[in-house]
């Protein structure tokens, strides 16, 4: 798998967006949505963790998964629909990628 994915051919050359850029607009994205106290790192062994935005390439397509903190104030099902459809809605205007699906999981919940 490549850390960029190709947008578009233009006269002048290639367009690339990294693989970097599609998981910061999914973070930030995630973040803004009332009902997500955070992105949730997963641990695997002492030293090595997991991001909590993963993206994947599928064909000409990415799937995205999110891994979030959320609120016990909030139905979890609700507050992950939306994310499911903010993230996609942003990073498909921003980065002209289709994104075929998101994938929500809800890691921890926060009871402050």
């Known amino acids: 798998m490549s850390n960029d994915y190709q947008k578009k051919e233009h006269v002048s050359g290639q367009v690339r967006i ?5 998981r910061s607009i999914a973070g930030v994205t995630a973040c803004e949505i009332e009902g997500v106290e955070g992105l949730a790192p997963v641990r ?5 963790s997991t ?4 993206v994947s390439l599928t064909g000409d397509r990415v799937e995205i998964t999110v891994r979030l903190i959320l609120s016990s ?5 609700s507050v992950a629909e939306q994310v499911q459809s ?6 498909q205007n921003m980065t002209g990628i289709v994104v075929s699906k998101v994938h929500v ?3 921890d919940i926060s009871f402050d």
């Open 18 to 22: 990294s693989e970097n850029v599609i």
């Open 51 to 54: 991001l909590p935005v993963t």
């Open 86 to 91: 903010e993230v996609k809605e942003n990073v």
């Open 73 to 77: 104030q909030v139905r979890l099902q």
């Open 105 to 107: 999981i809800a890691s």
């Open 44 to 48: 695997q062994g002492l030293l090595r």
